[in-house]
């Protein structure tokens, strides 16, 4: 078993999931058996009750853990499922100590944080090493080396070095050089700085990534590698690049696979790109469309990263270029002016009332003006409050969540979730099995029968109205296996307005991206010919 550590230093946010994505990408295309995980420091027991304003968008894996955004690049990057184990967090490991504690597993002893917390990380390391059973298992400790919260697991890192056969822990520490001066002048200093902030704790870094906006000038690598006895082969620039999606490549050339391989003692394997094709048709996309995602996060767009991600995807396998408007969905509520300057209109998930009714009013207007549509989850749930408004007539209705003594509640708590008050990891959540009406538009985008996706929902479509619901034209094209839960609905006699309970983001790959949102693309392509078409003397 091989471990790659991944850690960050001098400021966050210098973009550790990309380069940790980009590793595990080359290793895996490399046919190396390839896993990734994650270290998150924070107390919270997992991200499942995070505010996606601050934190970025709450992922989900078909386990139905409810993990860092992370993940989520590490599953498009590495094309494979990963489980909720993958994803530590310091919550996760005080609670197993703690409990173990109170069952007296200690046999008396103080329970302290060397040796008992370090050996619980490092079992729940081992741990995931041997579940997915692979060859290269990469970690990535969240945070900026320094911080308080990190020091557990950096300490457990040192441990594991120590305890493993030689050169089977590699640790890469990813940095900033910062360019100054009007000739733009590379400074290694915050470099050595924090090398030496790392070795204090007893880790030596084997790689350096240094972060920078253009390329790492040879001065910068020679003086980077004396100061921190790093072989020159193992400093490695990440300059900024238009996507992420290019870093595996940049990283590629300057060697750092033949680097790994040699450090591991590994045979030679050689980096086969999957992306080319991909890679050109995000560079050289033809046509292109304007979607609109409606949403309340629009300020941190991070909390809409996997839906980003799948029009990428789109953009990637299609050639369809796509420009996201984010529109906040507060304001809908007074103009839906800039609604009709698009060629699409998403309206993804979300919870509590805050702009569900800007979000409904874009479902309405989508309704009424043929505009493309795709509704995501609450995006689903706002698709169905509308119809009931204003296309059966019942004014008022609503969701439960948002009117607790709404006249008609369309949509409703789901009856398991009845006297549920904690509210972490007790939702509707994972990869459930969806079954897809024949002879609907759902169908013939899947071209199959079942499918399975990814949820995240308390609430659903009340069963008692369905019936009126179809009556009136609301198609329920896909349900669950039971037959009892709506998950996708459509509208008959229209094949541009969809719409899912589940998240098909979050199973979006770039190879094969998520079919409504790709559908939406091809939906928003037509209407914009048509619009265009309709505008020409
Ligand atoms: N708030 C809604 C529910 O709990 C929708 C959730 C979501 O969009 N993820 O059902």
């Known amino acids: 078993m091989h471990y790659i550590v991944i850690t960050g230093g001098v400021i966050s946010g210098l973009g550790k999931g990309t380069i940790t994505s980009s590793l595990s990408h080359i290793l895996s295309n490399s046919g190396h058996n390839v896993s990734a995980m994650k270290i998150d420091p924070y107390i919270n027991y997992d991200a499942g ?98 911080d308080i919260e990190s020091m557990p697991f950096l300490e457990a890192l040192r441990e594991l070095n120590r305890e493993e056969p030689r050169n089977s822990v590699l640790f890469c520490h990813v ?47 020679k003086k980077i590698s004396l100061f921190t006895d790093v072989p020159e082969a193992g400093i490695i620039g990440v300059p900024d690049v238009k996507s992420p999606y290019w870093v595996p490549e940049v990283m590629n050339k300057q060697g750092i696979l033949q680097y790994i391989e040699n450090y591991f003692e590994m045979k030679p394997a050689i980096f086969t790109d999957p992306w080319k094709k991909y890679k050109e048709n995000l560079h050289h996309a033809k046509e292109s469309v304007r979607i609109a995602i409606v949403g309340k996060y629009t300020n941190l767009l991070d909390a809409y990263m996997s839906h980003k991600e799948a029009f990428t995807h789109v953009t990637g396998t299609t050639g369809i270029g796509v420009e996201i408007v984010w529109l906040d969905s507060d304001k809908l509520k007074e103009s839906t002016a800039e609604l009709a300057t698009v060629d699409g209109i998403l309206v993804p998930g979300g919870f509590g009332y805050r702009g569900v ?78 079954t897809v009406r024949k002879n609907t538009i759902a169908h013939s985008i899947y071209g199959s029968d079942t499918i ?77 010919k048509v619009k265009t078409d309709e505008g020409s003397p």
């Open 49 to 146: 009750t995070m505010n996606p304003y601050q934190h970025g968008e709450v992922f989900v894996l078909d386990d139905g853990g409810e993990v860092d955004l992370d993940l989520g690049n590490y599953e498009r990057f590495l094309d494979r499922n990963l489980v909720t184990d993958n994803n530590i967090t310091t919550g996760k490991i005080y609670s197993e100590v703690i409990r173990r504690e109170r069952e007296g597993k200690y046999l008396g002893s103080t329970v302290q944080i060397i040796p008992h917390i370090t050996n619980e990380i490092k079992r729940r390391i081992r741990k995931v090493a041997q579940t997915d059973s692979s060859e290269i298992l990469l970690i990535e400790v969240g945070g900026t080396v320094g």
């Open 175 to 221: 940095t900033l050089i910062p360019e100054v001066g009007s000739n733009g002048e590379q400074k290694t200093k915050p470099t050595q700085h924090s090398v030496n902030e790392l070795r204090g704790i007893g880790i030596q870094p084997d790689i350096i990534f240094c972060r920078l906006k253009g390329q790492l000038s040879e001065e910068s690598r």
């Open 357 to 434: 009714e800007g979000k409904i009013r874009a479902c309405q207007f989508a309704r009424e003006n043929q505009v493309p549509f795709l509704g995501i989850c609450l995006g689903f749930q706002a698709a169905v409050i509308e119809y009931a408004r204003n296309a059966l007539g019942l004014a008022g209705a609503n969701s439960t969540e948002f009117d607790a003594n709404t006249k008609y509640p369309v949509i409703d708590l789901l009856p398991e979730q009845e006297g549920i008050s904690d509210m972490g990891g007790t939702m509707r959540l994972g990869a459930k099995p969806v």
């Open 452 to 528: 399975s996706e990814r949820h995240r929902h308390r609430y659903e479509v009340n069963p008692k109205f369905i019936g009126d619901f179809e009556q009136a034209g609301m198609l329920f094209s896909g349900v669950d296996d039971a037959g009892i839960r709506m998950e996708i609905l459509e509208l008959s006699g229209r094949k541009n307005f969809i719409a899912t309970q589940y998240h098909s983001e979050f199973k979006s790959r770039p190879l094969l991206p998520s079919r409504v949102h790709k559908y939406l693309v091809e939906m928003a392509l037509e209407y914009r």
